[in-house]
């Protein structure tokens, strides 16, 4: 099951946030939030710094945080270096697109809910469609660890290290300053 801990997130949230609203009880995403949820992963995909950027990143993550339906984890794994980036790498805003990557695939193939690996996989090559984009307009940025999953990715063998390094028993934790 995929379940982001929406109370731990949103306390993440608040310093991120100018106000906090009190935890409100709604129905499920609405075709048009989903549509719009898929066009601003994409967009952040193929722009991580764009005109907006930050902006789709708090919508999006405050979304998939009150919705009761597109449920996802982040996991321990091979991405958490990437939460603790201090050294302005854009690390903490590359991990976050993993939850969004998650939110997208969970949209576009519903019953794969349950398939831990396809869902966690997704999360990871919407990360890697990020860091290609951002190698483009910055050639320092520099993540091995993106670098070698890229390689997996490449290789047909991502799969493979999600199964063998990625433990959804203990999620992660998503940095408040990533969104």
Known sequence: ??????VALAALLLPALAVAAPPQKRGPSTPAERKRALEVTHRLERDPL????????RWLFQWIVDIPDVNVT??????DALA???GGNHGKELY????FGMAAYLIEHPKDKDDWVAVQKAGIESVLKAYRALKKVDEDIQWPVLDDLEAARKA???ADVVRDEVNC???GE???DAI
């Open 74 to 79: 982040s996991c321990n794994g091979p991405l």
């Open 174 to 176: 998503i940095p408040g």
């Open 1 to 6: 099951m995929f379940r982001l801990a929406r």
């Open 50 to 57: 764009g005109k907006g950027a930050g902006a789709d990143r």
């Open 169 to 171: 028993k203990e999620g």
């Open 156 to 158: 047909g063998k991502l």
């Open 96 to 99: 976050v697109q993993s939850v």
């Open 84 to 86: 603790e980036d201090e």
